[in-house]
């Protein structure tokens, strides 16, 4: 199936710096989602955005629904150890598409 | 509320051997759901999708089935393993197109 252009593909980052991300597609989507994947379990979502421009928090993640509704942006601010992990980006339309993930490193 | 469960978290089988690994979700009806297998620590490849008993969409062609014997039981199978069955694979459920909700993981070792 179609997969989004999600980057940077991994990051190491020392702990304290803000963090960005990104997806973008080629098709519309309707809503975008945003994942993080501790290692050995599921994916959980952390935020979900429903409308172009929307931009949305969850404490220290920030999310942002593209204008253009073919991208998203993640920012983490004041990263800590415990953001380790993978983000995933999904879109919807009438099916959904998973980006293919950044790798977040935070060195103590 | 909601919950899904996949079992077994952790299998190690020898190529040629059978698989099966079931996920069940609770509290709601006629979900969508979603088999993902995952290689190493990567991206999800989304493996089969079913939008009722009965009825299973393949994405990839591969050594792998699925079966949707219940509402809200999707279990994913194969007759003979090869060792690039090997991956973490992902059960998740959605309400139509909706947001997916995953289950814990099933990690699979092909020996």
């Known amino acids: 199936g179609q997969q989004l252009n999600q980057s940077p593909q991994s990051m190491f980052i020392q702990e304290g710096e803000d963090v960005s991300m990104n997806c973008t597609s080629s098709s519309i989507f309707n809503t975008w989602l945003w994942y993080k994947q501790d290692p050995g379990e599921g994916p959980v979502l952390l935020i979900a955005?429903?409308?172009?421009?929307e931009l949305t928090s969850n404490g220290r993640l920030t999310a942002q629904f593209g204008i253009t509704r073919k991208d998203s942006f993640l920012n983490i601010s004041a990263s800590i150890p415990s953001d380790v992990g993978i983000y995933f980006c999904a879109g919807t339309g009438n099916q959904f598409y998973f980006g293919t993930g950044t790798s977040l490193t935070v060195i103590p | 509320s909601q919950t899904i469960h996949q079992w077994p978290a952790t299998l190690v089988q020898p190529v040629g051997s059978p698989l099966s690994l079931e996920c069940t979700v609770e509290?709601?009806?006629?979900?969508?759901l979603y088999w993902y297998r995952q290689a190493a620590g990567r991206g999800l490849q989304l493996l089969f999708y079913s939008v009722g008993i009965g009825q299973i969409s393949s994405e990839v062609p591969q050594n792998l089935s699925a079966s949707r014997p219940q509402d809200r039981q999707f279990i994913l199978s194969s007759k003979k393993l090869l060792l690039s069955d090997s991956g973490f694979y992902l059960c998740a459920w959605s309400v139509g197109t909706g947001r997916p909700f995953f289950g814990e993981g099933s990690r699979l070792t092909v020996l």
């Open positions: 955005l429903y409308k172009a421009g």
């Open positions: 509290g709601t009806s006629n979900p969508n």
